[in-house]
């Protein structure tokens, strides 16, 4: 009985080393690069997710028939490179840009100027 018992879980151990696929794991340094670029890429894909979820933007979504949860279950599925061309352009374009008002603050500077010289 104990043979027979034993024989069966060796057929089994011996079936599932055949049928059962090996993986090798290999270990190594992270270099800087890639945590930085890791790193940006996760800044980038929050930057257009923060886009979405803003409220005129999915009520523009939604006007249109696109789920604002969709769009960004789509954003999380995109590659890194079609992410950080997306920002890009979110970052390019006049009401998606980031500014830090460097432009307004000459402008005004400019006028300032102009009209007290003028005055």
Do not use: H
Not at 55 to 75: F, H, K, M, N, Y
């Amino acid at each position: 009985m104990k043979s027979v018992f034993v024989k069966m879980i060796c057929r089994i151990l011996m079936i599932s080393m055949v049928m059962l696929p090996f993986q090798t794991v290999y270990a190594g340094m992270i270099t800087t690069d890639k945590v930085a670029a890791s790193a940006a890429v996760q800044a980038d894909r929050d930057a257009v997710l923060s886009v979405i979820n803003r409220s005129e933007v999915s009520t523009q979504l939604q006007e249109r028939g696109i789920d604002p949860q969709a769009a960004a279950a789509r954003v999380n599925s995109m590659t890194d490179q079609e992410v950080r061309t997306l920002a890009q352009k979110l970052d390019s374009a006049p009401a998606g840009a980031r500014n830090s008002g460097w432009a307004w603050a000459v402008v005004i500077i400019v006028a300032v100027v102009i009209w007290y010289n003028w005055k």
